[in-house]
């Protein structure tokens, strides 16, 4: 069966600090990736998403870079964390093929950020 | 821009009571809407998934329907219960999952 992993589960920053954030998946290969950001009081919001390694497309202009160094691996990181990035980020995959797949998105167990 | 809006925000329900959850969208070419529950703190837990070409579909207490060409969509639970409380959202497929802000449910006991 699949699962999917992500760490830290919390994390508290300075403004200014670098962000590395990692998610895994386990049991599928060549998974779509996804990252979401979830700020308080409102949805979740695609931020970056990965139908291969080294794909990469970005959904929204921000202080945040997305990599895909493995098939199974996605790192949400930057250089210089703001207030604003504070927030609950999401991990998720979905079945091979183009990110308009179908099927349905698995979730990761989340990271919660907070940002000083 | 797809836009998907849940209402209420919150909803407070004693024990055994039926709840409905509202969601709606702005552009009706979506692939598929899903309904997840979010405990706090958690991931999500995906509980219905209804293709563009279906009206509705149910598992167990939750029955979920579409109307596509309204851009609505209900979830409803039957006989709610203490371990329904928990942050619904709606989220629609087109080239990207877009989410409601949820509703947050707490069910009396």
């Known amino acids: 069966s699949q699962t999917i992993h992500q760490w830290p589960a919390t994390l508290v920053q300075p403004v200014g600090s670098p962000l590395s954030l990692e998610c895994t998946v386990e049991?599928?290969?060549?998974?779509?990736l996804y990252w979401y950001r979830q700020a308080a009081g409102r949805g979740l919001q695609l931020l970056f998403y990965?139908?291969?390694?080294?794909?990469i497309s970005s959904e929204v202009p921000q202080n945040l870079s997305a990599s895909r160094p493995q098939d199974r691996q996605f790192i949400l990181s930057s250089k210089k964390l703001l207030l604003s990035d504070s927030g609950f980020y999401l991990c998720?995959?979905?079945?091979?093929?183009?990110?308009?797949?179908?099927?349905?998105?698995?979730f990761g167990p989340g990271t919660r950020l907070t940002v000083l | 821009k797809q836009e998907v809006t849940q209402i209420p925000a919150a909803l407070s329900v004693p024990e055994g009571e039926n709840l409905v959850l509202n969601c709606s969208f702005t552009?009706?070419?979506?692939?598929?809407l899903q309904w997840f529950r979010q405990d706090p703190g958690k991931g999500l837990t995906s509980l219905l998934l209804?293709?563009?070409?279906?009206r509705e579909q149910t598992s167990g207490r939750l029955n979920a329907s579409l109307d596509k060409s309204s851009g609505r969509s209900t979830l409803y639970i039957a006989a709610s219960q203490p371990g329904d409380s928990a942050t619904y959202l709606c989220?629609?497929?087109?080239?990207?999952?877009?989410f409601g802000a949820g509703t947050t449910v707490t069910v009396r006991a």
């Open positions: 989220a629609v497929l087109d080239y990207k999952l877009s």
């Open positions: 998720a995959w979905s079945v091979p093929g183009l990110a308009s797949s179908t099927d349905t998105q698995y």
């Open positions: 990965s139908v291969g390694i080294g794909q």
């Open positions: 209804i293709q563009s070409s279906q």
């Open positions: 049991g599928t290969s060549n998974p779509n």
């Open positions: 552009d009706s070419a979506i692939y598929n």
